[in-house]
């Protein structure tokens, strides 16, 4: 009782002095041993071996990641149809290889159009990737494109996700296209999800139905619920619209501009 009663040591802290106090310098013999003390103890090859294996667990970690991000069908007016838009990646924290494969078409139909893209990835700032490569289209009428990708995909502030591309084709087309994905959490299980896409070209495309400018958008709405992180269905409402001379090329083949689908589908990741 007596020892609780009696006050703190009168020992001097930096809480006594004015900024930081000065630190003295290190002694000499502090430097004098080997540069990995442990190499006395367990040997200078079992360490080496050790620090590598720290090294990679703590920078240098190899991964590889598929992301199914919608896997779709879709229903509106007299035809239904199906899309994917799939993509992953292997490598380290800093380089890595990236794919990306997006499709779309009828049900009871031909393929519409399907794209993949091979890209090297590098990380440039916290969460943003610069990410340059090839993308080869195809198409059921043989008009197949190859395009040089330049991108840039990451996390915008307030969580937007973002992928936005240039393509320049072997036909000497450029086009560009920009994807933004929010998750506006409901519960720690279901997900709301907004999501916008818009597509431009330096120039008219007649045979690819694409006009000069803005050509196109898409805005959605999904709402999924995660079984599990992996493992997400959701339902949602997509409308889309051809802009410009994009929508007077449809509509000159007696298409519609603009169309609204409800959508069910599946989002996971392995």
Do not use: C
């Not at 003295?24 to 367990?42: I, K, R, Y």
Request: proline fraction near 6%.
């Amino acid at each position: 009782m007596s020892t609780m009663s009696m006050g703190p040591p009168d020992v001097p802290t930096s809480a006594d002095n004015p900024g930081r106090p000065p630190e003295d310098p290190l002694p000499v013999a502090a430097l004098s041993g080997p540069t990995h003390a442990a190499d006395l103890v367990f040997g200078a090859e079992a360490m080496a071996a050790a620090r590598q294996i720290l090294v990679r667990e703590n920078g240098e970690v190899r991964t590889t990641a598929v992301i199914i991000d919608r896997l779709e069908a879709g229903f509106g007016g007299a035809e239904e149809s199906y899309l994917w838009d799939v993509q992953g990646w292997s490598g380290g924290d800093i380089n890595r290889f990236w794919w990306k494969s997006e499709g779309e078409g009828d049900f009871g139909g031909k393929l519409e159009e399907a794209e993949l893209q091979a890209l090297y990835s590098r990380a440039i700032a916290p969460f943003w990737d610069v990410q340059a490569g090839v993308r080869q289209d195809f198409r059921p009428d043989g008009e197949d494109t190859t395009h040089l990708v330049l991108g840039l995909q990451g996390l915008a502030p307030y969580w937007w996700e973002i992928d936005a591309a240039a393509f320049l084709s072997t036909e000497g087309d450029l086009t560009a296209r920009v994807e933004a994905e929010y998750d506006q959490r409901i519960t720690q299980r279901l997900i709301l999800q907004p999501r916008l896409e818009i597509d431009a070209s330096a120039s008219d495309i007649p045979e690819l139905e694409i006009g000069s400018g803005l050509s196109s958008i898409e805005a959605g709405l999904r709402l999924r619920y995660e079984f599990r992180k992996e493992f997400a269905p959701y339902v949602g409402v997509e409308w889309s619209r051809a802009l410009g001379n994009t929508a007077d090329y449809i509509e000159a083949r007696g298409g519609e501009a603009d169309d609204t689908r409800f959508v069910v589908g599946l989002k996971a990741w392995f």
